[in-house]
């Protein structure tokens, strides 16, 4: 019996070891790295700048999926472990109970036979024997005062009652240990489906972020290009303004070469001013003298009488003709004068223009450089807006691809994430009703310490309620309203308030029970009511009542088993606490 209980002792150890093993791995990879990598994407979501190439995204995410398919698979192999330990266990128990029982049996019969003296012991013997066998009392103790083979036999029948006692009180502890652990693996799959949702609605926000940058994207390269097509028209602008400009200062230079050529124009016609001046007062000079010889003349021919009237008339005319002259001449005068004044005026008007001629062709080539500098200029601004059209059109092709990736992956593993959780809250659920089995079977029999039996009981039942509604909740078991029954008429409810309670209803934390386990049946009772009725968002609500409620039922249970000097815990080398200190010391 002892190589047996070692031998299913070492496959169950495994099995937590692997538990182990698999949830550090979910530690490490998934609640470490892949969250951190999934923060570093979500603190760039509104900013749209995201840290992260498709292939990393791939990896991370995909070593996140191994590392919960190894859980899902290490808890399933763990509970089907357990569940054959405890059964094989239980089973184990009873064929060495009828099997010792039944040597027993004979050898009272071979005593009878051998020594008629020991008929009343063995008789007593066998009473017993039939007593513990119906009752399933293995509190029962046979007398082995003797040294002789009854007393041999009853030491060792005793012996065996004892560990078969043990044995039943530590299935009850590790009952409890496994419906707890179950009640947790149902916490984590219930926290992994609520994390998938959150998950699912900020991979969509970011998505969307990168859609629109993707959006944004192509409008800057579109832009980029226009604006390209846009320079393009400006350089050839410029050139043609460049043309434009050399052909003004060609223009100007011109001008200017025909304004200095008629400003030396002018400069002479003001020296022949001056020359037809000198001219012009010679004449007058010459006017004036034959206007005096002209009225000696005819002064003389008055003195000459009739013989000088002829040539008074002659004096007469020439001297009109002298004044007319003198007349002409101060005309020619003032037209010198006049054309003088317009070729002075004419000669600054030419050298203004010549000056401005000047500063035009120096502006000119001011404007050319400018227009060089613009051309220059435009010429680099069309290779940058190409060099940004083509980036943004990888960018457009990066990011596109890094959203279907994130969209695929992260819908892969939300799939798969939600399919181990699914499988996880089942298993909780099948090992949840295989313990509660269990529990029944060794309920059955008799042990010392009944009240430690009772409070075992009490915290299994409770922590499986709050495991049978969270699956009544999610669809994957039946809860049937007429099991939801009263605080009075459960099977603690019905001890609690027995003769058999209340010697112990001295002891606080034993009478605060009554309150919270009175509202806990109370909350299963309106929670699969308002199931039936449709209204699953309340009575999700009230399961949060529940799972308050259910802690402190059991928080006081254990105080109390604690005054009782009752150990709360389980033995450590059970399979109940190896596998609820695995999952304790990874995710709680």
């Known amino acids: 019996?002892?190589?047996?209980?070692?031998?299913?002792?070492?496959?169950?150890?495994?099995?937590?070891?692997?538990?182990?093993?698999?949830?550090?791995?979910?530690?490490?990879?998934?609640?470490?790295?892949?969250?951190?990598?999934?923060?570093?994407?979500?603190?760039?979501?509104?900013?749209?700048?995201?840290?992260?190439?498709?292939?990393?995204?791939?990896?991370?995410?995909?070593?996140?999926?191994?590392?919960?398919?190894?859980?899902?698979?290490?808890?399933?192999?763990?509970?089907?472990?357990?569940?054959?330990?405890?059964?094989?266990?239980?089973?184990?128990?009873?064929?060495?109970?009828?099997?010792?029982?039944?040597?027993?049996?004979?050898?009272?019969?071979?005593?009878?036979?051998?020594?008629?003296?020991?008929t009343r012991r063995i008789e007593h013997f066998e009473t017993t024997f039939v007593s513990?066998?119906?009752?399933?009392?293995?509190?029962?103790?046979?007398?082995?005062?003797?040294?002789?083979?009854?007393?041999?036999?009853?030491?060792?029948?005793?012996?065996?009652?004892?560990?078969?006692?043990?044995?039943?009180?530590?299935?009850?502890?590790?009952?409890?240990?496994?419906?707890?652990?179950?009640?947790?693996?149902?916490?984590?799959?219930?926290?992994?489906?609520?994390?998938?949702q959150i998950q699912q609605l900020e991979t969509g926000e970011v998505t969307g972020n990168i859609d629109q940058m993707v959006v944004s994207i192509r409008e800057v390269a579109a832009n980029s290009n226009q604006a390209s097509g846009l320079a393009n028209q400006a350089r050839q602008q410029a050139a043609e303004g460049m043309g434009v400009t050399q052909d003004s200062i060609s223009a100007i230079n011109a001008l200017a070469k025909d304004i200095q050529q008629a400003e030396r124009?002018?400069?002479?016609?003001?020296?022949?001013?001056?020359?037809?001046?000198?001219?012009?007062?010679v004449i007058r000079s010459i006017a004036e003298q034959t206007n005096l010889l002209a009225l000696n003349a005819a002064i003389e021919a008055a003195r000459a009488g009739d013989s000088g009237r002829g040539f008074a008339v002659v004096a007469d005319e020439v001297r009109n003709l002298a004044q007319r002259t003198q007349e002409s001449t101060q005309e020619i005068e003032s037209i010198i004068d006049r054309l003088k004044g317009s070729t002075d005026e004419a000669v600054v008007v030419m050298k203004r223009s010549s000056e401005q001629a000047v500063e035009s062709v120096s502006r000119a080539d001011e404007t050319g450089v400018a227009l060089n500098a613009i051309t220059e200029s435009v010429n680099a601004i069309t290779d940058i807006n190409a060099l940004i059209a083509e980036s943004t059109e990888g960018q457009v092709t990066v990011f596109s691809t890094l959203s279907q990736?994130?969209?695929?992956?992260?819908?892969?593993f939300s799939q798969i994430s939600s399919m181990s959780a699914d499988q996880t809250r089942d298993s909780s659920v099948q090992l949840g009703d295989a313990v509660g089995e269990l529990q029944l079977s060794v309920n059955e029999y008799t042990v010392s310490g009944r009240i430690h039996n009772k409070l075992q009981a009490a915290k299994y039942a409770h922590l499986a309620w709050k495991a049978r509604v969270r699956g009544f909740l999610d669809g994957t078991s039946t809860l049937p309203q007429d099991e939801a029954v009263s605080h009075l008429h459960c099977d603690f409810g019905k001890w609690y308030h027995s003769a058999d309670a209340r010697e112990y209803m001295n002891i606080p934390e034993m009478a605060a029970i009554d309150r919270p386990h009175e509202e806990l049946h109370q909350?299963?009772?309106?929670?699969?009511?308002?199931?039936?009725?449709?209204?699953?968002?309340?009575?999700?609500?009230?399961?949060?009542?529940?799972?308050a409620l259910s802690s402190e039922v059991v928080s006081l249970i254990e105080q109390v088993e604690r005054h009782l000097g009752v150990e709360v815990a389980p033995p450590k080398s059970s399979r109940g606490d190896a596998f609820t200190k695995a999952v304790d010391d990874v995710l709680f």
């Open 132 to 196: 513990g066998i119906e009752t399933k009392d293995l509190t029962l103790r046979l007398p082995a005062g003797t040294v002789d083979e009854l007393g041999h036999m009853a030491k060792a029948y005793n012996q065996l009652s004892a560990q078969i006692e043990t044995l039943v009180t530590q299935s009850m502890s590790a009952a409890v240990s496994v419906a707890n652990a179950a009640t947790k693996m149902g916490d984590v799959a219930k926290q992994t489906q609520s994390g998938i």
């Open 523 to 547: 909350v299963i009772i309106e929670i699969v009511k308002l199931k039936g009725q449709g209204r699953t968002e309340e009575a999700e609500s009230l399961f949060q009542q529940l799972d």
């Open 405 to 412: 990736n994130m969209q695929s992956n992260i819908l892969q």
């Open 1 to 118: 019996m002892a190589l047996l209980l070692y031998q299913m002792g070492e496959v169950d150890q495994q099995a937590a070891d692997d538990v182990s093993t698999a949830l550090q791995k979910v530690k490490t990879v998934f609640l470490g790295g892949y969250q951190q990598f999934r923060e570093r994407i979500f603190a760039q979501r509104k900013t749209g700048e995201y840290p992260v190439t498709p292939q990393e995204w791939l990896k991370v995410s995909t070593q996140a999926i191994d590392t919960v398919l190894d859980l899902n698979r290490a808890v399933s192999r763990l509970a089907d472990s357990g569940l054959g330990l405890v059964k094989r266990r239980s089973e184990t128990q009873l064929w060495l109970t009828s099997a010792l029982l039944l040597l027993g049996l004979l050898l009272a019969m071979s005593g009878i036979a051998g020594v008629l003296s020991k």
């Open 265 to 281: 124009v002018m400069h002479q016609l003001e020296t022949h001013n001056q020359e037809i001046g000198g001219i012009v007062a």
